[in-house]
């Protein structure tokens, strides 16, 4: 059993176009495209699943970190400029997971 990357490469050849060595004047650009309209929202922005799983794995994450930062202040020492940064990095990971879950400009709408 090999795998790809333990099978020799074969080279792959490129050929280049005719008129890139021989024409003096560049091709002309392609017309700009219109922009796609701002009214269309992405379409994982109305998923109820992908938001409470991501939300509620954001405050999980964020519960952990603070719980670690937490341990050694449950054992008597004394906090640290880097505990408490941990703290509070532990708490804005939880609480962007609640913004996730209650979405507070209400982008998030049931269709149908």
Known sequence: MGSLTSQPLEPVK??????AASSVNPAPLDKPRAPTTPEQP?????????RVLSGSG??????YVY????KPLKLGYAPSPGIITQMVIGISIACWGVVILSDPK??????G
């Open 14 to 19: 490129v050929a280049a176009p005719r008129e």
């Open 42 to 50: 992405p379409v994982l922005s109305n998923c109820w699943s992908c």
């Open 67 to 70: 719980w670690l930062a937490r």
């Open 106 to 111: 209400g982008k998030a709408f049931r269709v």
């Open 58 to 63: 954001l405050i999980g994450a964020g519960w």
